[in-house]
C-alpha cells in the first residue's frame, strides 16, 4: 500500500491568492513528480525532482514552483491563482531505477483545485 | 519523447461480458509499460506492468496485459468484468530517449452495466 498523501483534496479559491498543495511520502522515495490532470486530457508531468535540492520543470509549462528541501516532502505553490489553474494536481513518487528508466509510480489522491 | 495512444475513450459493456482497452505506444528501443486504474476523486492505483520477460502480465482484479512489441501495443483484457470495474483506465510508457520519465495516454473510462 503506498503511503503518499496529499492536501487539501479540494480547494476553491479566488483569483490572486496565493496557495500551496502539499505532498508527502514516507517511502524514502528520491524521485517525486507533480503531474496535472484535465478531463479528457493526458497527465501532464509539471514538475519533478531526483532528490534533495533538485527540482526541474516537466513538458507542460506550469506558473507553479516547486521545492524540495527533505525527501519526504514536495509541495507547489502558485503565487497569484487564475482560472486557468483550475485542474486536479496529482502528486507522485518512485523508487531510483538502476539505468534510470521510470519504474512504477504511487500516487497520490490528488488535490482538486477551482479558481474563481 | 514518447506518446501513447488509447484508441477507445468510452467503452461501455455489459457485466460478466469480456473486455479490451487498447494502448500503443511510439517505438523504442525498450521500453516499460503500465496500465493505471483510477476511480471517481481517487488518485491512480497501479494495475500492471511490463518490465521485462513473459510478455504476457498478469495483474490485479483479473486483469491481464500483453506486450507485443512488432505492433508496440500494450492491450489490457479481462475475461469477465464487474460493475465494480467502472472506472478510467490510463496506459503509460517509460524508456528509450525519456528515461527516467513516465508517458500517459488519454484514458479509458469503461462503464460496466448491469
Known amino acids: 500500500e503506498a503511503d503518499i498523501y496529499q492536501t487539501p483534496r479540494y480547494l476553491v479559491i479566488g483569483t490572486g491568492k496565493k496557495i500551496t498543495l502539499e505532498c508527502s511520502q514516507t517511502m524514502g522515495h528520491d524521485k517525486m513528480y507533480w503531474y496535472q490532470q484535465d478531463p479528457g486530457m493526458e497527465l501532464h508531468l509539471i514538475h519533478y525532482?531526483?532528490?534533495?535540492?533538485?527540482?526541474e520543470k516537466g513538458d507542460l509549462s506550469s506558473e507553479s514552483t516547486v521545492s524540495r528541501i527533505r525527501t519526504e516532502h514536495f509541495p507547489l505553490t502558485l503565487e497569484s491563482a487564475r482560472p486557468s489553474h483550475t485542474s486536479q494536481y496529482l502528486c507522485?513518487?518512485?523508487?531510483?531505477?538502476?539505468?534510470?528508466?521510470?519504474?512504477?509510480?504511487?500516487f497520490g489522491e490528488g488535490s482538486r483545485l477551482t479558481v474563481l | 519523447a514518447q506518446s501513447v495512444t488509447q484508441l477507445d475513450s468510452q467503452v461501455p459493456v455489459f457485466e460478466e461480458a469480456p473486455v479490451e482497452l487498447r494502448c500503443n505506444y511510439s517505438?523504442?528501443?525498450?521500453?516499460?509499460l503500465f496500465w493505471y486504474v483510477q476511480y471517481p476523486n481517487q488518485g491512480l492505483q497501479l494495475l500492471l506492468k511490463?518490465?521485462?520477460?513473459?510478455?504476457l502480465v498478469k495483474g490485479i482484479n483479473g486483469f491481464e496485459a500483453e506486450f507485443n512489441k512488432s505492433q508496440t501495443s500494450f492491450h489490457l483484457r479481462k475475461p469477465s468484468v464487474h460493475i465494480s470495474d467502472t472506472a478510467e483506465y490510463l496506459c503509460?510508457?517509460?524508456?528509450?530517449?525519456?528515461?527516467?520519465?513516465?508517458?500517459f495516454g488519454r484514458g479509458t473510462q469503461l462503464t460496466v452495466w448491469p
Open positions: 511490463y518490465l521485462s520477460g513473459s510478455t
Open positions: 503509460a510508457v517509460s524508456g528509450g530517449s525519456t528515461l527516467g520519465r513516465l508517458y
Open positions: 507522485a513518487s518512485s523508487k531510483r531505477r538502476v539505468g534510470g528508466r521510470a519504474g512504477e509510480l504511487f
Open positions: 517505438s523504442s528501443v525498450s521500453v516499460y
Open positions: 525532482s531526483y532528490g534533495v535540492n533538485s527540482t
